[in-house]
């Protein structure tokens, strides 16, 4: 009895000492009690001493290195191994052999600071410390402490080293650096707490260091003993802060550095690992720090040249520390141990003080109800679609503008813009390039020398310099060269453009540059990670906004917490499914469908995309452009979007005209062409006729009146070169007679109305296109181009594309063999709009998903996209109305809407708000605004032959939709 009332004395006052509560101490208290009494009473002294050492071990090292580890665990009872470098299954399999040799589960630890990916292969990579620092919402650094933790927790990992809560005030620290939240004391103490918080809810222990602080000194203590030759003033009020608050938030341990602290040890270059007056005197009584203390590595020059092996160790121990982590030479280290307890010098107190905390702290991890490591889907779970949710979440709030002098930074107005991009730096730059490019045409430009470059910049006036150093880790070089910084002040002298800096490196990159003040703006991205270059994009285009704030000083120019805040044009972004309640594995059907339609024939290629709450989450391309192909397709290339030209050409024209009094929906025929005053076509009204309930004729094959007895193209209006009267160019070698233009219009005005029920009709936009173009004296296509392609960044959106773009970007549509004979690539499939020269009311646009998902997302936002406002949302409104469902009509005006009954356009999952259209060529799209969902598929089923309808008789774009929806995550409960 007497035993365990001491030992709850000895908890009592760990528990209440001087007011601060132990860390350790578990909610479940009298069996943490119990237990580690048990386990420290049947110990023999070898045990006890064994479980003050952690040595180093690695699931990469030879056979060997792993005998000698098992040996230290059999034979000397160690308590605990530091994991270092090797890869994920294997490190599981080394852990679950390790603990089943030891008879008291072994604490394990790493270095992990922004993940496991610090040490192993296979793993992931989280955000560096100082990207963190720059994020003003703490709740995501503790949603990436908690990821970390997670992963930790599922490798058998008990303690990481994390976080690293140094104050990094010198930019020259060579180890520090990147691995700081800042130089802001209040920052890096608020960024440390919800870290720790974070990971420690995760079930892993927290462990703050480099205590007193490592964080102003150009010294590396791996190789040297860095000076912090500072008054205690000082030290208290900034090097100790963070300590102070994360041990009053429930800190679990502290890492001692081997730094020389004059002011707080007198002892000349005696290391802070090794002295009481830090540790015990310090930490302990002053800080009042309960938690386990660890020395930082001891075999570092910092500390291992101060005292002989084993000396070191015992100094360590006697100094406070609690646990001595990877000693130089671990058995020399034990046998000093055991004699220093027989000749007195370690008394049993002493150490049970130390080795109760350290059971506690086993008890905490979880090691009382040890378990071995579950090595099934390890991979995965290490590397789940989460990871990339939280680190995109963290690289978002954290990229900052530091300097935006003309408000260019939410890049607007592009069809002004010619845009130019000069690379920096020896880095990786190829997913920034991309990710620009989705945005708006952004041409490299490349130079041998200044006055090249210089020479080949002069047409552009916007150039954006990306600065691209090693995301390898954060000890890379970050420093431009001097020719960079030659090269970029020549550059932003230039006045013919406006130039924009982006750094994908330290902000101390900036240190070097002399003058700010031609550059126009600067943004700081800090990695240059795959996620952070694509971010770093939207935001330069305004599809996020820059929360960033600078968490060091980067310049004299821009001080710590140096923040230009820009707000979202409401373009779209680029994230992942699960990012918008949606789920990657079940999207994966997606996948499988359009390949079975690819199996089955149904088309040769498509591109698939989808996009939710204004990101796309979504975007692949499958297939060839023919079947005969070797190439395989991309998302950059073009398809012929046969009748979607309606809703992203004619149909916005025709609303802007209604909301500008320009035409009116109970405007007839007549009022739009007065020719048509004496045909039966005069009192069909445009409300009507959008509806496709205007008793139109589904559509009129003028092409066939063109053709001579053989079926072939008539010499009477047709000639294989421009000429005279003949400049309607239908293909390669075919020019129509100009004067079929009016052939055409005559032709339809001779039409009679059909019976007075739903009757899809293409002539409408015939009539319509007509209307605009004499409204405006301008080609359709030159007038949309400027109305709504170029303003809103579809740069891959066009009429006639081969005017724009080389023929292999454009997929073939069809073998041509009752009309134009031959392969039609590049102009319209539709006969009616190759007629007019390829511009159709009703056909003829040609595109990529990702441009047809912008026009999608405009509609959704009801009639905003990028700063500018194109249409009213009440013109939107008007038109996505179902005016005639009581005749059983599903319309809206002009625009698809879901079916009334079983059958129709979707999968019948969407909601009656949403809306959008098919094309013949094997093209669809569809918004939600309810679900904000925008949904694009876009194929060649035309190819080889038109009278391909297996894609039509699968309902493979439908079924394609219910998948997406089938997708979508309640998240009613979050």
Same mark, same amino acid.
């Given at each position: ?320 520390? /609690?646990?001595? !982590?990877?000693?130089?030479? $671990?058995? #020399? *280290?034990?046998?000093?141990?055991? %004699?220093? +307890? ?116 002069? /047409?552009?006036? !916007?150039?954006?310099?990306? $600065?691209? #150093? *090693?995301?390898?880790?954060?000890? %890379?070089? +970050? ?496």
């Amino acid at each position: 009895m007497g035993k365990y009332l001491l030992f709850f004395l000895f908890f009592a006052l760990l528990l209440v000492a001087r007011g601060q509560y132990s860390p350790l101490v578990t909610a479940d208290t009298l069996s943490q009690i119990e237990w580690v009494n048990d386990k420290y009473s049947a110990m023999s002294m070898e045990e006890k001493i064994g479980q003050l050492f952690m040595v180093m071990a690695s699931s990469g090292e030879d056979k060997a290195a792993t005998q000698k580890i098992k040996g230290f665990i059999k034979d000397h009872k160690i308590g605990g191994l530091i994991f270092s470098k090797g890869g994920p299954m294997r490190q599981a399999k080394l852990t679950n052999e390790y603990q089943s040799l030891s008879k008291i589960p072994l604490l394990i630890g790493m270095d992990a600071e922004w993940g496991l990916a610090m040490r192993l292969d296979s793993t992931y990579s989280f955000p560096w410390n100082m990207t963190l620092g720059a994020i003003a919402d703490t709740s995501i650094v503790s949603r990436v402490g908690y990821q970390i933790g997670k992963h930790a927790n599922r490798l058998g990992v008990h303690i990481n080293f994390a976080p690293d809560i140094d104050i990094n005030i010198d930019p020259r620290n060579p180890i520090i650096g990147n691995r700081s939240f800042g130089e802001d004391r209040e920052n890096v103490a608020l960024k440390g707490i919800a870290f720790m918080k974070g990971m420690e809810s995760a079930g892993v222990l927290s462990s703050g260091k480099h205590f007193p602080g490592h964080g102003d000194t150009f010294v590396d203590s791996h190789k040297s003993l860095p000076t912090l030759d500072f008054t205690r003033q000082r030290l208290d009020s900034i090097e100790l802060y963070p300590y102070k608050k994360l041990i009053e938030a429930g800190l679990s341990s502290v890492m001692v550095a081997h730094l020389n602290v004059p002011e707080l040890e007198p002892e000349n270059k005696r290391p802070s690992s090794l002295s009481k007056n830090i540790i015990t005197n310090l930490l302990k009584r002053e800080l009042k720090f309960e938690g386990l203390v660890f020395t930082d590595a001891l075999n570092m020059k910092g500390v291992s040249d101060f005292a002989s092996n084993g000396i070191t160790e015992l100094e360590a121990f006697l100094s406070g520390n /609690d646990i001595l !982590l990877m000693p130089k030479d $671990f058995i #020399k *280290s034990k046998d000093t141990f055991l %004699k220093a +307890y027989q000749n007195g010098l370690i008394s049993e107190q002493r150490l049970a003080y130390s080795v109760k905390k350290i059971l506690m702290a086993k008890y905490k991890a979880g090691l009382h109800q040890y378990r071995p490591i579950d090595t099934n889907n390890l991979i995965e779970d290490l590397n789940s679609p989460e990871n990339d949710v939280i680190y995109e979440e963290a690289i978002e709030s954290a990229i900052t503008v530091i300097s935006d002098k003309l408000n260019l930074v939410g890049i607007k107005k592009l069809e002004n813009k010619k845009i130019a991009y000069v690379k920096f730096g020896d880095g990786v730059n190829t997913p920034f390039l991309e990710a620009l490019n989705k945005y708006a045409e952004v041409t490299q430009v490349n130079g041998s020398d200044i006055a090249t470059l210089k020479k080949k910049l002069f /047409d552009f006036n !916007l150039i954006i310099i990306g $600065f691209h #150093k *090693s995301n390898e880790s954060p000890w %890379k070089p +970050y420093k431009f060269s001097q020719k960079e910084l030659f090269w970029l002040q020549e550059i932003s002298r230039q006045r013919t453009s406006n130039v924009l800096l982006t750094v994908f490196a330290k902000p101390y990159a900036l240190l070097d540059i002399t003058a700010f003040n031609d550059i126009d703006g600067i943004l700081v991205a800090y990695q240059n990670s795959e996620l952070a270059q694509q971010k770093a994009a939207e935001v330069l285009f305004g599809a996020i906004p820059a929360k960033g704030i600078l968490p060091v000083t980067a310049n004299p120019e821009f001080p710590v917490n140096t923040s230009v805040k820009t707000k979202s044009l409401l373009r779209l972004g680029y994230s992942k499914p699960e990012r918008v309640g949606m789920s990657s594995l079940k999207l994966a059907k997606v996948d499988q469908l359009v390949q079975n339609g690819l199996d089955s024939l149904m088309f040769p290629g498509a591109q698939v995309l989808i996009a939710r709450r204004g990101k796309v989450i979504y975007n692949k391309a499958f297939g060839k452009p023919t079947y005969e192909s070797k190439d395989q397709l991309t998302t950059n290339n073009l398809y012929d979007l046969a009748s979607l030209t309606k809703i992203l050409s004619t149909l916005p024209a025709v609303m802007k005209m209604e909301e500008d009094g320009k035409i009116a929906l109970n405007d007839t025929f007549q009022d739009l062409i007065p020719e048509y005053a004496d045909t039966e076509l005069k009192d069909v009204t445009v409300l009507k006729a959008l509806s496709h309930y205007g008793r139109l004729p589904s559509w009129i094959a003028f092409y066939l009146e063109t053709l001579n007895a053989k079926r072939r193209p008539s010499p009477e209006f047709y000639r294989s070169n421009p000429s005279d009267g003949f400049s309607i160019k239908v293909t390669d070698r075919m020019y129509l007679k100009d004067s079929y233009k009016d052939s055409i219009y005559s032709r339809i005005g001779r039409q009679g109305l059909k019976s007075n029920r739903y009757r899809y009709s293409d002539v409408p936009y015939y009539i319509f296109k007509k209307y605009i173009e004499e409204t405006y004296n301008a080609g359709l296509d030159d007038l949309m181009d400027k109305f709504l392609y170029k303003p809103l960044g579809a740069n891959h959106t066009a009429y006639n594309p081969l005017k724009k773009f080389p023929i292999n970007m454009i997929v073939p549509s069809e073998v041509d063999n009752y009309y134009r004979y031959q392969l039609v690539q590049g102009y319209v499939h539709d006969m009616g709009a190759a007629m007019q020269g390829g511009v159709g009311g009703h056909a003829g646009l040609f595109s990529n998903a990702n441009d047809v998902a912008k026009i999608m997302q405009m509609y959704i936002q009801g009639g905003y996209y990028g700063g500018e406002r194109f249409l009213d949302a009440r013109t939107i409104e008007k038109f996505n109305k179902c005016y005639f469902c009581d005749k059983n009509v599903r319309r809206g005006v002009g625009f698809d809407k879901p079916q009334l009954e079983e059958k129709g356009p979707t999968c019948g999952c969407v909601s009656r708000k949403s809306f959008g259209h098919s094309g013949f060529t094997g093209t669809f799209t569809w918004a939600d605004p309810e679900e904000e969902i925008v949904y694009v598929f876009l194929s060649n089923r035309t190819y080889p032959s038109a009278t391909n309808r297996l894609l039509v008789k699968s309902e493979l774009r439908t079924r394609i939709q219910k998948a997406i929806y089938d997708s979508l995550i309640n998240e009613a409960g979050n």
